[in-house]
């Protein structure tokens, strides 16, 4: 207490009185580029409470979030059983991270999750789905004896130093070189896979089963055939379920719609947390984990600080148990096909509008230049400037006239990549795509706000 019996720390103080200058502290003291970007695309708006698969501001309205906080938020925000499990770990007062004992809530966390794929049998809890990455690497590389990791084109597997060795896309890893003496392939293509499997150096291959970037999946009987390669050539296959797995595509992991497939690895995280605490899990084989603790003296080979600390073990066990008990899975895969089917048809009647494809509640929207002159004119001036700019004046009329949250897929894609909270419904499917078609339609007719905004996007980016 301070002298005037006040508490020293009040959050809701602190937020009530402070709250207001977040735009302006972050650019301050964090990434000043963020308010720059935000407030250029008009995203600069300030929420005051989330639940469930929406937001609030201050005068009340709500925000359809398509977005889940780029996949983190599966159950949606505030689910109360994983907000009742993180106070009941909090209140139990553990012996938390002692580093020299054995807790019960990691090896019933890894149970629960091992139960889900039975062909894995251990795990290794870090703090996110680069972490897990960066483990699959390692015990990948030490397992077999050999230094080279392959991925695919286009991947995105993180941004630290090993799983940006792994990242398809040079934007990310330009000025951070050298990096990991790691190979790309094409995604799909088994003939360049084999022939980098002849050079006998290659410990495995990482492989997102639906690519994040552009959400574009691997072809039908694509992981079977390259996992039969890959241990062929004694070498790995380490599926990447960081946004696809926990039940995002329609199954609890993503390599589980093609059977027969069994990654020697699996790398977990973002829906997994909850939303709340950071987490993330390495899925493997005994015969891996084995190799890499191989005796006492390698005990802490490979640890994280934060590993498998109570709350995080805690949100995760409550998230699987919400997964099941309101058949989450079961939603994903129903109200992603009635998502993705009321899309996919407007595909014949919008001519900017050029694929809707995906998994469950994975979805990419893909735009393409139109057939008319006025609208191809108007696309070239776009193209011209930067490539991903049409995509991003779809977005921006999203949440400023109809108040949904979405997102390109990645820099310089025409793809929209929606990953909402894996518990919305018809209403929700009902709302995005209402809104969808009047933005459409808006840019279709030649609607002044929306080309004037897009206008201004290629000033920015001339500027850039």
């Known amino acids: 207490m ?14 009530a009185e402070r709250g207001g200058e977040r735009y302006e502290l972050h650019a301050r003291y964090l990434n000043h580029q963020l308010p720059r970007m935000l407030r250029t695309i008009g995203f600069d ?23 889940s906080g780029f996949g983190v938020m599966g159950l949606g925000r505030h689910h109360p059983v994983v907000r009742k499990a993180l106070h009941d770990v909090l209140d139990a007062s553990l012996a938390d991270l002692t580093r020299f004992d054995c ?9 629960r999750l091992l139960s889900y794929t039975p062909h894995l049998d251990r795990v290794f809890f870090g703090n996110s789905g680069t972490e897990a990455v960066e483990t699959a690497l390692k015990f990948a590389r030490y397992a077999t004896g050999r230094p080279r990791v392959l991925y695919c084109a286009h991947a995105f597997h993180g941004l630290t130093i090993g799983s940006l060795s792994v990242n398809g896309e040079d934007g ?9 003496p790691d190979t790309p392939v094409p995604l799909g293509d088994l003939d360049a896979l084999e022939r980098e499997l002849r050079r006998g150096d290659v410990a495995g291959l990482i492989v997102e089963p639906v690519q994040g970037k552009g959400v574009h999946l691997t072809p039908p009987g694509y992981l079977r055939a390259a996992q039969e390669l890959l241990h062929r050539h004694k070498a790995l296959l380490i599926a990447d379920e960081v946004q696809t797995g926990v039940g995002r595509t329609g199954a609890f992991f993503a390599h589980q719609h093609e059977s027969g497939v069994e990654p020697d690895l699996v790398c977990v995280a973002k829906a997994l947390s ?8 390495t899925l493997g084989k005994d015969w891996i984990f084995k190799k890499v603790y191989s005796s006492m003296d390698r005990v802490l080979v490979h640890s994280a600080s ?3 600390n109570a709350q995080a073990m805690a949100a995760g066990l409550a998230v699987l148990a919400v997964m099941e008990d309101e058949r989450i899975v079961a939603n994903a895969r129903a109200t992603g096909e009635l998502l993705r089917s009321r899309l996919a048809a407007l595909v014949g009647k919008y001519e900017l509008l050029h694929d809707v494809r995906g998994r469950g509640l994975m979805i990419g929207i893909e735009f393409g230049r139109p057939k008319s002159l006025g609208l191809r004119g108007r696309w070239t001036m776009l193209q011209a400037a930067r490539r991903g700019l049409f995509a ?40 995005f795509v209402e809104a969808f078609t009047a933005v459409m ?3 279709h007719n030649g609607g002044s706000l929306m080309w004037d905004f897009g206008r201004n996007l290629v000033k920015q980016a001339m500027t850039r």
């Not at 002298?3 to 937020?15: N, V």
């Not at 807790?103 to 149970?111: D, Q, R, S, T, Y």
């Not at 909850?274 to 899990?281: E, L, N, Q």
């Open 103 to 111: 807790p019960p809530l990691p090896g019933l966390l890894a149970e």
């Open 45 to 67: 708006k300030v929420y005051e409470r989330a639940e469930g698969a929406y937001f609030w501001d201050a005068e009340g309205h709500d925000y359809l979030d398509m977005l």
């Open 172 to 180: 990310f890893r330009d000025g951070f070189a050298p990096l990991l």
């Open 306 to 308: 934060f590993g498998s």
């Open 2 to 15: 301070t002298a005037d019996g006040t508490e020293r720390f009040d959050l809701s103080r602190l937020l």
């Open 392 to 431: 991003q004046m779809v977005v921006v009329p999203l949440l400023q006239k109809h108040r949904i949250l979405t997102q390109v897929s990645g820099d310089q894609l025409e793809v929209i990549k929606l990953i909402p909270p894996l518990i919305i419904g018809e209403p929700e499917v009902d709302r």
């Open 441 to 443: 339609d808006e840019a």
């Open 274 to 281: 909850g939303g709340y605490v950071p987490v993330g899990a």
